[in-house]
């Protein structure tokens, strides 16, 4: 269901009544304060229409520049007002409103092997400096991933899981993610975010993401990962099952975002008390940190790996570079430790002012506090803020 105030457009989940959404609506358009919809007061009213948006705007309300967006879209110019016979504000159903692909989700290109959606940077999702974070980045890349699946046909009724998984109560676990930044988008723009995925060896998958900014084309951002399949119920990695690999094979496809000689694939070394230059103890699990797979989701570890990074670096340099290393899960109960060790590293930049380098290697390591079991392997690339 789709209805639209002229000028605003409000969108519901299929299993609400009607009697609710239109009650819903009603309510929003009082709260506007744009007149009285009371048909007693008189004069002065100023009249308001609930219409079909596809049908009332020349400007779809899912798109802003002709790009899909993944959220709510505001028209430009002012509402205008009809009633009906009945002096009741008129309500009319969106044709095929009922599936909310229709704007929650992106859509498929080359030949269904690539799946494309947009979205726009919001105010909660920029930094000190109005522009999008790393954990911004990588919750976009997460959702993109869902939709993704659940736009392919064999989703199941898990976080991502495909039928044949939930079935087994099977889920995907991430193991390894890589993120270069090239660009960080700013408040207001529209990025566009490609993803696919691939074999990665024998009982692992592969899925790459690029992002692109809307406005230049230019891509921005390049991401890859492994995933491998965990027991819901055991906690323990399973082999992928032949009738999940007959789900998923379809859509593999041997391309990479990041070529091969660009792919961080060197042992991230293992910190202890010596070699760690700053640990950061007592971080804890919030109920708002965990996901539907009962564990912390792998995004919120970034939070925590900023927390032992010097505020000086923080406000100097640029993130560009980011490998995540997943060694086991975190749960609810569990209280953390964050360590980091830092290093500068040579760039050509820095020979050409004499060996002053411009960039900087960080290590680090999520830990439990308890008995220093490793949670998260990292390391970063940091750069100079022009």
Avoid at 8 to 26: T, V
Avoid at 369 to 386: G, H, M, N
Wanted: net charge neutral.
């Amino acid at each position: 269901m789709a209805l639209m105030i002229k000028g605003i457009s409000l969108h519901y989940p299929n299993n609400l009544s009607k009697i609710e959404q239109e009650n819903e609506g009603l309510a929003c358009i009082q709260n506007l304060k744009f007149g009285s919809l009371n048909p007693s007061k008189g004069k002065g009213r100023k009249n308001l229409k609930v219409t079909n948006a596809s049908k009332s705007s020349s400007r779809n309300q899912h798109t802003i520049n002709g790009k899909k967006i993944n959220g709510v879209h505001v028209e430009e110019y002012p509402y205008l007002g009809q009633r009906g016979n009945d002096n009741n504000v008129v309500v009319e159903k969106t044709e095929g409103s009922s599936n909310n692909s229709n704007y929650l989700l992106g859509n498929f290109v080359d030949n269904r092997f690539v799946y494309r959606q947009s979205f726009v940077i919001r105010s909660y999702e920029i930094g000190p400096d109005k522009t999008a974070t790393m954990e911004t980045i990588m919750n976009l890349l997460q959702e993109t991933a869902l939709n993704h699946v659940a736009s392919s046909g064999v989703g199941g009724n898990g976080f991502g899981a495909t039928r044949e998984m939930s079935l087994r109560k099977l889920i995907w676990v991430v193991t390894r993610i890589q993120i270069q930044v090239e660009q960080y988008s700013s408040w207001g723009d529209v990025v566009e975010i490609d993803t696919w995925v691939d074999a990665a060896g024998k009982n692992g998958m592969r899925r790459d993401w690029i992002i692109r900014d809307s406005n230049t084309r230019n891509i921005i951002t390049k991401a890859t990962s492994t995933w491998v399949i965990m027991n819901r119920e055991t906690r323990r990695l399973s082999k992928i099952p032949e009738q999940v690999k007959a789900e998923v094979q379809p859509f593999y496809t041997n391309r990479c975002a990041i070529p091969t000689d660009q792919t961080d694939s060197e042992k991230i070394e293992k910190l202890n008390d010596e070699t760690a230059e700053i640990i950061s103890s007592g971080l804890a699990p919030r109920w708002s940190d965990m996901d539907a797979n009962q564990h912390v989701n792998n995004v919120k570890y970034i939070g925590w790996i900023l927390e032992s990074v010097p505020i000086n670096v923080l406000e100097e340099y640029n993130l560009m570079s980011l490998t995540l290393e997943y060694r086991r899960e975190c749960r609810l109960s569990n209280v953390l430790q964050s360590m980091t060790t830092m290093r500068e590293i040579a760039t050509a930049a820095a020979s050409e002012n004499d060996g002053i380098s411009s960039d900087m290697e960080c290590t680090h390591l999520i830990r439990m506090e308890e008995d220093r079991a490793e949670v998260v392997r990292a390391r970063s690339i940091w750069q100079t803020k022009q």
